[in-house]
């Protein structure tokens, strides 16, 4: 059974960069689809982006402009950085894996992390 | 950023049956599959139906969905306490270079 395990900063001032990565387990890494969602406090889920097997992104147009994936498949891991974070960037952040090819729904979670802005 | 419209609560006693909305528009439930996850207090989102109405290995009978034009819904029959949580509703937006859209949650309660 494919586990995802989420490590990185949980406290950041604004203007620095967030930058979390999430480790696959168990299952396979290649021909997937990975995603980062996030989820302020008491607040609703918003996509920030993914990105396929071969690299290719695609991010929320709210934050394409500050948000980066990566991926390593020699790690079997992939990662986001979010620049220029404000109070605003507050949220836990959960990786994800779509589907062998595809990336309508998202079936395997993180655990979750959270990641606080203050100064 | 939803573009996705829920009420944002539900209520029920155990057994009885809840339906949650999720309203839409033509450039993401109109034209593309509806999926509802359900994410129970301080847990990751569990996928809880996929292409409009189909359900993963696992998630019971009782949870049903439909989808008519950019309007979709979700059902719990037989409610039950642990059925307490938030769900989404989500589906795939084609306006600018497309990008993932949420619903704005529904938190059902089991009186």
């Known amino acids: 059974q494919v586990q995802l395990q989420q490590w990185g900063a949980g406290l950041l001032k604004p203007s620095e960069t967030l930058s979390l990565s999430c480790g696959v387990f168990?299952?396979?890494?290649?021909?997937?689809?990975w995603i980062w969602i996030r989820q302020p406090p008491g607040k609703g889920l918003e996509w920030i982006g993914d990105?396929?097997?071969?690299?290719?992104?695609d991010y929320n147009p709210s934050l394409e402009s500050r948000a980066t994936i990566s991926i390593d498949k020699s790690k079997n891991q992939f990662s986001l950085d979010l620049n220029s974070v404000t109070s605003a960037d507050t949220a836990v952040y959960y990786c994800?894996?779509?589907?062998?090819?595809?990336?309508?729904?998202?079936?395997?979670w993180g655990q979750g992390a959270l990641v606080t802005v203050s100064s | 950023q939803s573009v996705l419209t829920q009420p944002p609560s539900a209520s029920g006693t155990p057994g009885q049956r809840v339906i949650i909305s999720c309203s839409g528009s033509?450039?993401?439930?109109?034209?593309?599959?509806v999926y509802w996850y359900q994410q129970l207090p301080g847990t990751a989102p569990k996928l809880l139906i996929y292409?409009?109405?189909q359900r993963p290995s696992g998630v019971p009978d009782r949870f049903s969905a439909s989808k008519s034009g950019t309007s979709a819904s979700l059902a719990i029959s037989g409610l039950r306490s642990e059925d307490e949580a938030d769900y989404y509703c989500?589906?795939?937006?084609?306006?600018?270079?497309?990008?993932?859209?949420f619903g704005t949650g529904t938190k059902v309660t089991v009186l």
């Open positions: 033509s450039s993401n439930t109109g034209r593309n599959s």
């Open positions: 292409s409009n109405n």
């Open positions: 989500a589906a795939w937006d084609d306006s600018l270079s497309g990008f993932y859209v």
């Open positions: 990105i396929s097997n071969d690299g290719y992104t």
């Open positions: 168990g299952g396979s890494f290649s021909g997937y689809y």
């Open positions: 994800a894996r779509g589907q062998y090819n595809s990336r309508e729904y998202f079936q395997h």
